[in-house]
Structures are given as structure tokens and as C-alpha cells.
């Protein structure tokens, strides 16, 4: 089965979601976007899918861009941005899709600065809705599209949000938060226990891991359908 | 009366210094034509608010027209990267940046919206947000806990692209709506740039998809191509050339020429300048 790196982290966070889900993504966000598509149409999963351009269980011919007028292909009504932060405020989010420039070893996610916050060295994007999504709403999924030592870190230099982070996926892991720290869960095909080490800013103690179930035909049959541009290659 | 007038004199009606919100979202339905004609006025010390900002932000950041922005992210989606303009004009300290969730932005907008000096909002546990910024807390008069207390957003003009207006001031989005509605209602003035002029009897056909009610603006630009070179919904989409272009731009001699390519592209398209 040839699939990308991408592919797999798709299929990771897609297996995460559960019947009854409502889910969300914000802008910048292909790999997630893909994931809950998936877990719908491949999985059957009953999620409700809203995404920020105010689609409600859209059907977008997947772009780049997360945020534009395709991610309304298939409503029926409008959900914006706003309404679902107040969704989520409310308690009624129960998945969300966010990502960081770095993430630390308690799972925390920094987006906003590397060095002083008024001074800073390099200036990053800004954590968008993360800060108030993060501790609001049920189990947060984390991607990154890369995985080396300055990614994922022993502490973040600012803590842009941090809250109900379950699980971080990057292209050779996935790691499940456990009493407040994450831990390694699986290690994908394609990668190892020592490039995992290597490439971690935090002690990964050395034992067996499993190893991350790779794509199935019928979930790549479907990806190619879901995504047949490859905007999810795009993030790594 | 008309409220029709060209995007210069439009333009000319913000002033140094003025708090300036900015619709649409990242590359999608933002008012370049507007953000480019301010830089190429030379305006300066402009407090830009936006949820999420690319290209616009980076362009007036470029121009050295921004003393601050209040927002949520300001880069580019994928394949863009990041603002660099931005970036740079923030580490070195010309821009401040004053970081929100972009919800706070929103709740600091819902506050001017109801006349009130700030709103409580759940969220932002555990986040250095809240001392970066100062924000402060207050108890629950009726009961348990502490929420932060983000003070109200009261921008001195929106400036808001949308696909059909009518001379009265009366706006149609097309497409996602982002925060554009909200930001009319929080601001004191409204500018609206438009694919399209329509007639009034267009809106009081269908009043009930009416976006921006038409009291609330002051002035209306016709600006085929206003949100170019992002997309606008059910017109045009992202032209990456356009936009790699801007972002390999050095110096201000080159900022200058792309300026005027911009306004001559949509001058060429209709613009009344």
C-alpha cells in the first residue's frame, strides 16, 4: 500500500473521533479537515463537522486554504466562527483540531513567540482560537507537521493554550497525554524508536512500542476522494 | 443621498492613528484594494484589528503604516508561510502585537457592541495570554469563579469588502461571512468596498439577506477586484502569483511599484479611483 506521511497522520486523528462527535478545524488545517471527512465517510462515524468558514457537515473538495468559500460546498446553513466559539464555551464542542509551533512534554502548544513576548526573536503566528478552545471544549487532537527537537520540547517558550490536549500526532508518532504528561503511543511504519528519541526534545524511555496501524485500501480509496488534490500534503 | 464615492477619497477619510478593523478572513474576502490604497497614501500609526489577517496586515505592515494589531494569527495558510513583513516589523520592535485568542477579539468587539466596557469570557485557563496582555479578572457577582475580562474593541472604522452593495450603504456578502457584521456594529464608522453596486430595490426585495444595514456606513466604494489578490466568494479565487509576488518584495521602491501595479490592475477592472 503507497501511501505519504501525511496519509498516515490523516488516518491517525480520523480514528480518534467518535460517534457523536462534534468537530472542528480552523484555518490552516488540511490534514484535519481530511480527518474528520474520513472518519465519516469511511469510518461511518456520526460527526457533526464544522468547520470555520461556517460549514455544517460540508462536503469541500479539500484546498490549501481551510478557511475559504469551498468549506461551504454541501451546507445547509451557516455556523461560523463565532458560533462555534460559543459552542464551545457552552460545552458543546467536543473535539477540536489544533496545532503549535512547539509542544511540550505536559502538552501545552506555543504559537505566539520564541523568546520575550513584547520583544521577541521570532514572532509566530499567534495561537488563533486556541487559547480559549483548548480548556473549553471536550478532547483537543493535536498535529504537527514536523517532528524534531525544536518542535516538540522539554517546555514551551510562551504557553499559548494549553487545556484538554488528548493526543499529538506528527509525522513519525503518536503520543496520548497520561496524567498530564505525553506519552508514546504508537511509532509509525515508516519510522523508529531512535529517530523518535533523536527528534524529541524530552526523554522517550527506550522499550517496545506498537506500531502505528498504517492506511487501509478502503481508507485510501476514500482519501484519494476526500482529497484528490493532495491539500494535505501541503502542511509538511 | 449616495454615499458612492472613489477609493481614494474613501481611503482619505481614515486618519493617522485611527483604530482600523479589517474584514474578511486570512486570504479570503479582505479589503486589499482599500489596505493598499492606505499604504499608498502614507498613512501611519494605523491600530489594525482582525481575527485572522494575512496578506492585508502584511502589506500595511509593509508600508510602515502600523503602530499595532490586535489579533488572533496573522499568517498565510499553506503554501504561504508566514507574514514577514509583520514578523520582522514586530521583532524589532515598530509593531506591537497584541495577541488575542481570536474569540477575545470577537468578545472585545460584542462589548462595543453593547455599549459595555468589557465582557467576561470562559476560556484562556492556563495560557500566558493573560499577563502578557494584562487582561484582568473579575469574580461572578452571582456565584462561583473568575472570569478574564476583555475590554471592548471600539474600532474608529471597519473597512469591509463585500460582493454587492447599494448606494445607501446596504451590503451583501456572499460566501462565508467571517466578522464583517460584527465589526460594523462595533464600529463608528463603516467603510464598504464592492464587487458590485446594486440597486437599492435589490435589498428591499430581499431584505432578510441583507448583511450590513446601510445607516450604519458612511461611505461605498465600487471595487471589482477589491479583495485581489485573495479570493472573493462566487468572483474570483487566490492568485498565487499575485500574492508570491507581494511577498518577495524588498525595499520600499519595490513596495511602491507594487502598490501602483495593484491599483492600476484593478483601476483597469472598473475601479473608480
Same mark, same amino acid.
Not at chain 1, 496501524?213 to 481508507?219: D, H, I, S
Not at chain 2, 494569527?73 to 509583520?86: D, K, N, S, V
Not at chain 2, 464608522?189 to 458590485?196: D, K, M, N, P
Given at each position: #500500500?503507497?501511501?505519504?506521511?501525511?496519509?498516515? #497522520?490523516?488516518?491517525?486523528?480520523?480514528?480518534?473521533?467518535?460517534?457523536?462527535?462534534?468537530?472542528?478545524?480552523?484555518?490552516?488545517?488540511?490534514?484535519?479537515?481530511?480527518? $474528520?471527512?474520513?472518519?465519516?465517510?469511511?469510518? %461511518?462515524?456520526?460527526?457533526?463537522?464544522?468547520?470555520?468558514?461556517?460549514?455544517?457537515?460540508?462536503?469541500?473538495?479539500?484546498?490549501?486554504?481551510?478557511?475559504?468559500?469551498? #468549506?461551504?460546498?454541501?451546507?445547509?446553513?451557516?455556523?461560523?466562527?463565532?458560533?462555534?466559539?460559543?459552542?464551545? #464555551? =457552552?460545552?458543546?464542542?467536543?473535539?477540536?483540531?489544533?496545532?503549535?509551533?512547539?509542544?511540550?512534554?505536559?502538552?501545552?502548544?506555543?504559537?505566539?513567540? $520564541?523568546?520575550?513576548?513584547?520583544?521577541?526573536?521570532? =514572532?509566530?503566528?499567534?495561537?488563533? %482560537?486556541?487559547?480559549?478552545?483548548?480548556?473549553?471544549?471536550? =478532547?483537543?487532537?493535536?498535529?504537527?507537521?514536523?517532528?524534531?527537537?525544536?518542535?516538540?520540547?522539554?517546555?514551551?517558550?510562551?504557553?499559548?493554550?494549553? %487545556?484538554? $490536549?488528548?493526543?499529538?500526532?506528527?509525522?513519525?508518532?503518536?503520543?496520548? =497525554?497520561?496524567?498530564?504528561?505525553?506519552?508514546?503511543?504508537?511509532?509509525?511504519?515508516?519510522?523508529?524508536?531512535?529517530?523518535?528519541?533523536?527528534?524529541?526534545?524530552?526523554?522517550?524511555?527506550?522499550?517496545?512500542?506498537?506500531?502505528?496501524?498504517?492506511?487501509?485500501?478502503?481508507?485510501?480509496?476514500?482519501?484519494?476522494?476526500?482529497?484528490?488534490?493532495?491539500?494535505?500534503?501541503?502542511?509538511? | 443621498?449616495?454615499?458612492?464615492?472613489?477609493?481614494?477619497? &474613501?481611503?482619505?477619510?481614515?486618519?493617522? !492613528?485611527?483604530? @482600523? &478593523?479589517?474584514?474578511?478572513?486570512?486570504?479570503?474576502? *479582505?479589503?486589499?484594494?482599500? +489596505?493598499?490604497?492606505?499604504?499608498?497614501?502614507?498613512?501611519?500609526?494605523?491600530?489594525?484589528?482582525?481575527?485572522?489577517? &494575512?496578506?492585508? @496586515?502584511?502589506?500595511?505592515?509593509? +508600508?510602515?503604516?502600523?503602530?499595532?494589531?490586535?489579533? !488572533?494569527?496573522?499568517?498565510?495558510?499553506?503554501?504561504?508561510?508566514?507574514?514577514?513583513?509583520?514578523?520582522?516589523?514586530?521583532?524589532?520592535?515598530?509593531?506591537?502585537?497584541?495577541?488575542?485568542?481570536?474569540?477575545? @477579539?470577537?468578545?472585545?468587539? /460584542?462589548? *462595543?457592541?453593547?455599549?459595555?466596557?468589557?465582557?467576561?469570557?470562559?476560556?484562556?485557563?492556563?495560557?500566558?495570554?493573560?499577563?502578557?496582555?494584562?487582561?484582568?479578572?473579575?469574580?461572578?457577582?452571582?456565584?462561583?469563579?473568575?472570569?478574564?475580562?476583555?475590554?471592548?474593541?471600539?474600532?474608529?472604522?471597519?473597512?469591509?469588502?463585500?460582493?454587492?452593495?447599494?448606494?445607501?450603504?446596504?451590503?451583501?456578502?456572499?460566501?462565508?461571512?467571517?466578522?464583517? +457584521?460584527?465589526? &460594523?456594529?462595533? *464600529? /463608528?464608522?463603516?467603510?464598504?468596498? *464592492?464587487?458590485?453596486?446594486?440597486?437599492?430595490?435589490?435589498?428591499?426585495?430581499?431584505?432578510?439577506?441583507?448583511?450590513?444595514?446601510?445607516?450604519?456606513?458612511?461611505?461605498?466604494?465600487? +471595487?471589482?477586484?477589491?479583495?485581489?489578490?485573495?479570493?472573493?466568494?462566487?468572483?474570483?479565487?487566490?492568485?498565487?502569483?499575485?500574492?508570491?509576488?507581494?511577498?518577495?518584495?524588498?525595499?520600499?521602491?519595490?513596495?511602491?511599484?507594487?502598490?501602483?501595479?495593484?491599483?492600476? /490592475?484593478?483601476?483597469?477592472?472598473?475601479?473608480?479611483?
Amino acid at each position: #500500500m503507497q501511501y505519504t506521511i501525511a496519509d498516515q #497522520m490523516v488516518v491517525c486523528l480520523a480514528r480518534e473521533l467518535r460517534d457523536g462527535d462534534t468537530a472542528f478545524h480552523g484555518v490552516a488545517s488540511p490534514i484535519p479537515a481530511a480527518a $474528520i471527512l474520513l472518519a465519516q465517510k469511511a469510518h %461511518g462515524r456520526a460527526v457533526t463537522y464544522v468547520n470555520i468558514a461556517g460549514g455544517v457537515n460540508a462536503s469541500p473538495r479539500l484546498a490549501p486554504s481551510t478557511d475559504g468559500p469551498n #468549506m461551504l460546498d454541501g451546507t445547509a446553513s451557516l455556523f461560523g466562527l463565532t458560533d462555534i466559539f460559543d459552542l464551545s #464555551m =457552552r460545552g458543546g464542542l467536543s473535539v477540536a483540531f489544533l496545532s503549535g509551533v512547539q509542544i511540550d512534554r505536559r502538552g501545552r502548544i506555543n504559537s505566539s513567540v $520564541i523568546g520575550e513576548f513584547d520583544r521577541p526573536k521570532v =514572532r509566530l503566528p499567534g495561537g488563533a %482560537g486556541s487559547a480559549v478552545i483548548a480548556p473549553t471544549c471536550g =478532547r483537543v487532537l493535536v498535529w504537527r507537521g514536523k517532528h524534531n527537537t525544536k518542535a516538540l520540547v522539554e517546555e514551551v517558550d510562551f504557553v499559548s493554550a494549553t %487545556g484538554n $490536549i488528548d493526543v499529538v500526532v506528527t509525522p513519525l508518532c503518536v503520543f496520548r =497525554r497520561v496524567d498530564g504528561e505525553l506519552q508514546l503511543e504508537s511509532i509509525h511504519a515508516t519510522s523508529s524508536l531512535a529517530e523518535v528519541q533523536e527528534n524529541t526534545g524530552f526523554p522517550i524511555p527506550t522499550r517496545e512500542y506498537p506500531v502505528t496501524p498504517p492506511p487501509t485500501a478502503e481508507e485510501m480509496a476514500w482519501l484519494e476522494r476526500i482529497d484528490p488534490d493532495r491539500a494535505r500534503d501541503q502542511e509538511l | 443621498m449616495s454615499k458612492l464615492t472613489t477609493l481614494q477619497e &474613501a481611503m482619505g477619510r481614515v486618519n493617522d !492613528g485611527d483604530t @482600523v &478593523a479589517l474584514g474578511g478572513n486570512v486570504l479570503h474576502r *479582505a479589503p486589499m484594494a482599500a +489596505a493598499a490604497e492606505l499604504a499608498r497614501q502614507g498613512r501611519r500609526g494605523l491600530h489594525l484589528v482582525k481575527t485572522a489577517g &494575512a496578506m492585508d @496586515v502584511d502589506l500595511l505592515c509593509a +508600508a510602515g503604516a502600523v503602530a499595532s494589531v490586535t489579533f !488572533g494569527y496573522i499568517a498565510y495558510e499553506p503554501p504561504y508561510g508566514l507574514c514577514q513583513f509583520f514578523r520582522r516589523a514586530v521583532q524589532e520592535g515598530r509593531v506591537e502585537a497584541r495577541e488575542n485568542a481570536c474569540y477575545t @477579539v470577537i468578545m472585545g468587539l /460584542r462589548a *462595543a457592541v453593547y455599549g459595555l466596557p468589557f465582557l467576561p469570557v470562559r476560556g484562556l485557563d492556563g495560557s500566558d495570554l493573560i499577563a502578557a496582555r494584562g487582561f484582568k479578572k473579575v469574580a461572578n457577582p452571582y456565584g462561583e469563579g473568575e472570569f478574564v475580562a476583555i475590554p471592548a474593541i471600539r474600532p474608529d472604522v471597519a473597512i469591509l469588502h463585500v460582493q454587492e452593495a447599494d448606494e445607501l450603504g446596504n451590503g451583501r456578502i456572499g460566501g462565508p461571512k467571517y466578522e464583517d +457584521a460584527l465589526m &460594523a456594529k462595533a *464600529a /463608528r464608522r463603516v467603510i464598504l468596498t *464592492a464587487e458590485r453596486i446594486v440597486e437599492t430595490a435589490r435589498f428591499e426585495a430581499e431584505p432578510d439577506r441583507t448583511d450590513i444595514p446601510g445607516f450604519l456606513v458612511e461611505a461605498v466604494v465600487h +471595487a471589482p477586484g477589491g479583495a485581489a489578490p485573495g479570493s472573493c466568494a462566487g468572483h474570483y479565487g487566490i492568485d498565487d502569483a499575485q500574492v508570491r509576488a507581494f511577498q518577495a518584495v524588498t525595499g520600499p521602491e519595490e513596495l511602491g511599484r507594487y502598490l501602483e501595479q495593484m491599483a492600476a /490592475r484593478t483601476a483597469h477592472e472598473g475601479v473608480s479611483r
